[in-house]
């Protein structure tokens, strides 16, 4: 049924934004910026106030623009307004003083909905939500049956000082046990997806209980309207889609400091990290520090028309010196840097775009240049012919059914993309690759359908399929970015993407979340999923149940 929205709660909207203070960001999870940009497609208007390709968004710049694109002219079906509203109640300091929507309990806790308890006045305002994830469930690989689990308690805090200085930290402390696939890649990379320091329990890898803490924290502060600085520990986004082929959210938290500029319809972005490089030798019993490694990045986008949005980025890694003061410079081409310092860092470049059309559809995609020759890449197959790109589209309220969103990605990355001569300036951060899960030398689709046939009950299906070359012994053929490409290298002519040893993913993931109340969720997730290739043939039958509150979930599709 198709009703018009509550005119008071868009008028609200309209005249009572608070447009004093600054904010914290919105923590990414793939199923929450689903919302927001579905509602971005939907207005048919780009956004100024956030520019969807960087990742992550502030929280007062989301309540801005749904200010301006919805008036109370606009006609929603009950369950955007379900949404819409459930948007507001998650950031809802963004609007004028008010009285506590909520009585609470004994006055003091859940006066609002998103927040267990909150305070807030001309000068200071904090929130403070407990965190936790209980969940449980099987993994069985052929005949093979091992139980799963998930044990996650934390805190998140968010707030503002004044008018200039936003805060956050999140910290949980996590128990879990281990699904076989991801027992596999840890085994492989040594690295565990989006964690850092991880302890398995009595040191047992055919079980692999983890025990882990996870902690983000930054200062952000607004010296003009126009600038945010941002400092302290956390992930970036980069790009529209179910991956980035660049920088995603897959690797441990890293220490960075960020300026993003925007000017109307232009944003830039600059961004310096340290990272960690745990491929070089160091003693954790002598309490010796973990090699570190730097990433510099910027991205410039533009908002050419209401519909289509470019943009351009460029990132150099290096390492095992000092943090090179040239880099600094937030508007300089990094490539000029790196010739005129004599170094030899990984300098990459690229490109994206979105493409909103119809109110319904929106198209997007990335191109990255590792490495370009002209006169080599001539010759079909040069080993130096790194590159990847992605492709993407999305369809909202697919063939005019309400609520059904569709998505459709492919991905690719040749041989040697991200790799690098030494491990300072490879894309890794703890083992774990910046940009895609599979590192390099794969093909990869991905569909994804999302169904809200009621206002409080999700549901999704993943439909993943991959194809990636491997090394055998003694080879490297391109697809382990921890190596050294000019080692062990097979050709240097002839390589092709999916080359060496050929194994290919596919999977089916299907999940149904519920929201009992605000952000507390019940879940209920199964997985199938095959690995197949050169005399190999898994299979791998995942279930899961749980409940969570204030904590995303992780799909670890991949």
Known sequence: MIIKPLRAFLISMVFCLNLQAQSANIPYSEDYYHLIDRYEIKAGQLSNDFHSNIKAFERKKVAEYFTVVFDDSTRFSSVDSFNLEYLRDDNWEWYAEREDSLKGLWNTFFKERADFYHFKNEEFDIHLNPVFHFAGGNSRLEDDKQSTFRNTRGIRIR????????????????????????????????????????KVVNGDSLNMVRDYF??????????????????????????????????????????????????????YVNLLAKLNNVQEDFDVADLEVIPPKFMVFHHLNLNVTNFLNLGLFETVMFGNRKFDMNY??????????????????????GADFKLNLAKSVSFYGQLVLDEFNRKESKNEGWYGQKNAAQIGGKYIDAFTISQLDLQLEYNYARPYTYSHFTTYSNLLNYNLPLAHPLGANFREMIFNARYQPIDRLFLKFTYLWNLKGYDDEGRNWGGDISKNYRANRPLEFGNSITQGVKRTTRLINTRASYMLYHNLWIDLMYQKRRLFGEELDQNENLIQFGVRWNAFFEENIY
């Open 214 to 267: 996870q902690a983000e924290g930054y200062l952000t502060y607004y010296p003009n309207k126009n600038i945010m600085l941002r400092v302290g520990h956390t992930k970036n986004f980069i790009g529209s889609g179910i991956r980035s082929m660049i920088l995603s959210d897959f690797s441990a938290p890293y220490f960075n400091f960020m300026a993003d500029v925007k000017l109307g319809r232009l944003e």
């Open 328 to 349: 600094l410079n937030p508007v300089i081409f990094y490539r000029f840097v790196e010739g005129l310092i004599g170094s030899s860092d990984n300098a990459i470049v």
């Open 159 to 198: 707030g503002t000082v004044g008018k200039k200085l936003g805060f956050y930290s999140f910290f949980s402390e996590n128990q879990a046990g281990t699904p076989q696939y991801i027992r596999s890649y840890v085994l492989d990379t040594k690295g565990y997806p989006y964690n850092g320091f991880t």
